[in-house]
């Protein structure tokens, strides 16, 4: 059964015009559903009665069931959420001083098979509606209700490719941040694409106010092939081309996320590389400890080199910060937690 959740607002004000409704009724029915957060249609009371019992046949609400929760020695917590057909996500809630942030998932699987990735492990099966993206959310956000605490920030980085599942992220995307609904701000909202270039076009061209993110990880074609077969299609000049023109014609800040892989991408001369191309800019570099895949052959950089090739960058004119490790005692790579479930891992 499809979920309510799929609908954006002009989404919901059409359907609803369907069965004769006028378009302040989508308010309410927005307000019911991600205000007072109920989850049961008998209980919006101040919509018609007939039109209520037409909206249950057709849609349901929550539209994923918890099968697994993983809470970390840091309350970073890993959720295993079976969608209706059968399918399992997953999802990540992390406590930070500046508020709690959720990892969304956008796709069962994901065909990007990025190398040192669990997601990949399980091929995609198939695109999440908007819907079934917002449900982790307000499934989250109710437990949060429990404590009065909120959802403040989403990003974009679970399992699957955003711009492989275009239309149904950027509803996602205009749902939560709808003033009747969650109103999440677009800038407390960060996609994060592998480097989908006509992706990156639409999403320059769309000139939205959401953050985006980069998976960088090499600073050369040849590396970033080995890595990534998303660098077959798109070359880093294509790739860097189309970043420039978004960052400059939206005046937004990128972030270009680089996971540290020991003896992989780590070294000086790739630090000088990444330095090279990226200075001048208006981004930053956020550089990720790599969460271990069981036995894929890439390994964590330690500690210290990875301060030395944050030092590399910031003497060499990029900024960068060097990310903290989250919920390390469970299975929060992504993926990994859905694989073992699996028999995969
Ligand atoms: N497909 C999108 C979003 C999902 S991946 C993208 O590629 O950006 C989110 C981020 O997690 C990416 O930067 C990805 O490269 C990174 N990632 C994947 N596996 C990881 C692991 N085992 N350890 C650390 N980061 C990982």
């Not at 294509?238 to 003896?263: C, P, V, W």
């Not at 990226?278 to 052959?297: C, D, H, Q, T």
Request: some cysteine; glycine content about 6%.
């Amino acid at each position: 059964m499809q979920t309510i959740y799929d609908f954006t607002l002009p989404e919901m004000e059409e359907m609803l015009a369907g069965y004769g409704q006028k378009s302040y009724r989508a308010k309410q029915l927005y307000n019911w559903l991600y205000r007072k957060r109920v989850q049961r249609f008998e209980d919006m009371s101040d919509l018609p009665a007939a039109l209520l019992e037409k909206l249950k046949e057709r849609f349901c609400i929550m539209p994923v069931k918890p099968l697994e929760k993983q809470v970390a020695k840091d309350l970073t917590a890993k959720y295993l959420f079976e969608l209706q057909d059968g399918s399992t996500i997953e999802t990540v809630l992390m406590h930070f001083s500046f508020g709690k942030s959720v990892c969304v998932t956008t796709q069962v699987g994901c065909s990007m098979g990025c190398r040192f990735c669990a997601s990949g492990l399980l091929k995609k099966q198939r695109d999440l509606t908007a819907g079934e993206i917002v449900g982790q959310i307000m499934y989250i956000q109710q437990e949060l209700d429990a404590v009065n605490e909120r959802v403040d920030n989403v990003v974009v980085m679970g399992t699957g490719e955003p711009f492989d599942n275009y239309d149904n992220v950027l509803d996602f995307c205009a749902v939560i941040n709808s003033d009747h609904g969650l109103a999440i701000g677009a800038r407390h909202i960060t996609i994060s694409t592998c480097g989908v270039v006509p992706g990156i076009n639409r999403f320059a061209e769309g000139h939205y106010q959401y953050n985006l993110a980069i998976s960088l990880h090499a600073p050369n074609d040849a590396l970033r092939k080995e890595l990534m077969p998303i660098a077959r299609a798109y070359s880093l000049d294509q790739l860097m081309d189309a970043l420039k023109r978004y960052s400059e014609g939206n005046h937004r800040r990128l972030t270009f996320e680089y996971i540290l892989l020991k003896n992989v991408n780590d070294s000086d001369a790739h630090a000088m590389e990444l330095a090279d191309l990226i200075r001048g800019m208006n981004a930053y570099v956020n550089l990720i400890p790599y969460n271990e895949v069981n036995e894929n052959g890439f390994h964590t950089t330690d500690e210290r080199r990875s301060l030395h090739f944050y030092d590399v960058l910031m003497k060499n004119g990029v900024k960068a910060t060097l990310r903290s490790r989250h919920g390390d005692d469970i299975d929060a790579a992504c993926g990994q937690l859905r694989a073992r479930r699996e028999g995969i891992l």
